[in-house]
């Protein structure tokens, strides 16, 4: 028997946009203030958590049909590939660059390497954590 849990459903949605947004703004200050790759992907992972939570695993993998394991090796794939991208350059591994742009919409913006490892970081963790949560939840 299902339960009637339309006032939980409808504050998750709003949950899980609150949710998304922080783990946006934690992604892009991570570069010069506490947060990341890493714990904007944890926050995002735990908003796919709390659907996985309120509505069946069958119906979120549905409307994302997004192989989570493929999600980590692929983040993991772009956070070596900047450090090697770095050795293209003659710069020590991991090495990071940066400069300023002058963007149509943002204006004047300073832009670095160490964004799209920032983001593979986010990527793997997102794919880990959710993969984790799936794997748990075949087992109960």
């Known amino acids: 028997m299902k339960t009637n849990n339309v006032i939980l459903r409808t504050v998750i949605k709003?949950?899980?946009?609150?949710?998304?947004?922080?783990?946006?703004?934690?992604?892009?200050?991570?570069?010069?203030?506490?947060?990341?790759?890493?714990?904007?992907?944890?926050?995002?992972?735990?908003?796919?958590?709390?659907?996985?939570?309120?509505?069946?695993?069958?119906?979120?993998?549905?409307?994302?049909?997004?192989?989570?394991?493929?999600?980590?090796?692929?983040?993991?794939?772009?956070a070596v590939a900047t450090g090697f991208g770095a050795i293209i350059f003659g710069e020590p591994f991991l090495t990071q660059t940066f400069g300023h742009f002058n963007l149509p919409i943002f204006g004047e913006t300073h832009l670095t390497t160490v964004t799209i490892f920032e983001a593979g970081v986010a990527l793997t963790v997102v794919g880990v954590v959710v993969s984790i949560i799936l794997s748990i939840s075949r087992d109960v």
């Open 14 to 78: 709003i949950v899980v946009f609150i949710i998304l947004t922080l783990a946006v703004y934690l992604f892009f200050s991570g570069h010069d203030s506490p947060g990341g790759g890493f714990i904007g992907g944890l926050v995002l992972a735990s908003a796919f958590v709390l659907l996985f939570i309120v509505e069946d695993i069958a119906t979120i993998k549905k409307g994302i049909p997004v192989d989570f394991k493929r999600v980590a090796a692929l983040g993991a794939f772009i």
